[in-house]
């Protein structure tokens, strides 16, 4: 519409993104949207449409329905194959680019098998709705050949649930799982006792929520174990197939795995060659731009941004939402004719992860909360950050009705497993 | 468990086999219930999946869950290969077999494509859960082309949105699929006005909803017309592919086309080697018995059921539930030494169809209703029917807020399109 507004590019309608493209309402910019996938997800709750407790639809939402009173953004379904840094325009897969005159990169990352790629159909990793239903279809469908299975190793093996790496991600889905296999599917098959079901959660490192205080990683590790989780510790995963899994010098028979062990970053660093960490994040600035392109600026999990302290600012929500903020408030200011860099400086909030469905652990720092208190928070805080009212009711929902009957609505097998053979 | 119990071997959990398993509660038999899918589906809502109205956990529950209570019944996910008449024992196609002593073959319809299965990657049916999500990815990525489509005729042809077929299902669709193009959709996107979409019913016979009474398939095609649908009657397609459809001498260009015009059995017949209709469903005995095999009944969309005058009974969900009471009040009478055959009735209760979300047609015989009120007591009845409590509050408040906002919460593209070229 009118020429002289500035072009502004955003790829990613995560949370940093989107928070980014909130911060500029008003401004006087146009903003393409551009998504490889038409929603929005709410990846902290991805874990649940995993192992059943809530459908597709309640962690996900129409981008172009967020920001559909934004009539300066125009939303695009399309996935990116690079960028024309000289000629300023993003170029899409199947033909046909973007100018822009500004360029924020907020593309996320995917799981990575460190330099173990062949691991990947056998142990799917939880990035996307597509992933989530790839988990739920395979537990699912490993209780139902359980109990057609009469060969009792082979039955063991179906019974056997492996989740490697400890990490928020790995503890929630621990603890969920081994919920229900022993609280949800019980009584309900005649052959099997599901209750015999082990769930094993294998960590590398020497405790589980490395990031978190010790006392607290202390803590989950005994209530996911009060819940009959097996937490294995300090030994990576060296060997994995269709057939389980070898760790240290042990080999653990089971037929469903599933990867929360490591992530890499969107092939961004690719698209800018620009020198990037070894999980593929882009070094940036402090301000956040990409060395020698002020006019291109990466966030979130894309993102390698180094705190005072020497430390990474971590790949969670909250720092991908306040490094989006960070970006439209300089966009903002060189708008206003002020182009000095504003270094981006990370708030920590606090760490926290469920274990099953009545305890947490949260880590604010100043203060560290455990138990049915923790559950409390860490659930209205949730629903809290969904992101808008018909999903917080049906969450909402969805959540007081597994409270109350420990029933879970969402326990589809659905399309088939044609990775897995 | 105790071993003089008659063993019965149901095949397909939907409205039949679930009837005659819960008919047969308390009745002296072990039942083993096998359906290729985990869950049961509420067919008469799935249309609202495929048009992003409903999530596809509110249409569907898994059938052990279901069956939980029944100590009698063990559910198996299995999908059967073909029966053993002789040796009394259902073969499962990954190995294994099921003794029985009464078999019910409850297996249901595929959609038909009348010799031209080559249609079939073109235009998608609506049967199953992956229909559902297919055809809602087909008509949301529509949207999402024309936006970026700089072409007109193209863009025109991805406006374009065909459904096959005017019975309840067409209807249903079109009506939905208006309403989410120029209600839901308008206003989020900048380069296309969602009301310029076009929907359109393709109808080869000389009215819509031809089995209902003319007055009410009157309504329903200037209802649907009303909200914006062209309705196009008397002309049979003649081809189809990736780029539009051929009726009569019309050719419509058209990047989105849905099937709704015709259903075939599941294979039952083949299994059994018995006489069957031409689409498929096996001719039965009146006491819905196959011919020389008293022992195996045949329900539901897979029988072939003639009526007392000469009209075949509907496939429709009521049928195949009488049809289900009535094979396990014959299997209880047999139990109880009375082997008289048992001829089944049907009791027609009436059609029904939606025309958008304001409007319904209800064809009661001795009373016809139409408009609002229509519309209120199908929402009422079908919420009535959903199969469990925490079904029927999830549905009323997707459909009360659809209702008062006019939003819609699936709106969904997940799963790769790998069909379609």
Known sequence: MNKIEHKIVVVGAGFGGLELTRALAGAAVRITMIDKRNHHLFQPLLYQVATTSLATSEVAWPIRHLLRRRKDVTTLLG????????????????????????????????????????????????????????????????????????????????????????????????????????????????????RQARVVLIEAGNRILANFAPQLSDYAHKALERLGVTVELGRPVTQLDAEGVVFGDKRLPARTIIWAAGVAASPAAEWLAAPADRAGRVLVEPDLTVPGNPDIFVIGDTAHVLQPDGKPVPGVAPSAKQEGKHVAATIKARLAGNTTPRPFRYRHAGDLATIGKRSAAIDFGWVKLTGWLAWWLWGIAHIYFLIDFRNRLAVSLSWLWIYFTGQRSARLITQGDDDKT
Chains 1, 2 share one sequence.
Do not use: C
Request: avoid cysteine.
């Open 79 to 194: 996935t990116v194959a690079g960028v024309d840094r000289a000629g300023k325009r993003v170029q899409l897969e199947d033909g046909g680019s973007v100018p822009y005159d500004t360029l924020v990169l907020a593309t996320g990352a995917r799981h990575a098998y460190f330099g173990h790629d062949e691991w990947e159909p056998f142990a799917p990793g939880l990035k996307t709705l597509e992933d989530a239903t790839t988990i739920r279809r395979r537990i699912l469908l490993a209780f139902e050949q359980a109990e057609r299975e009469a060969d009792p190793a082979k039955r063991q093996a179906l019974l056997t649930l492996v989740i490697v790496g400890g990490g928020p991600t790995g503890v929630e889905l621990a603890g969920t799982i081994v919920e229900l296999a022993h609280d949800t599917l019980r009584g309900e098959f005649r052959n099997i006792d599901t």
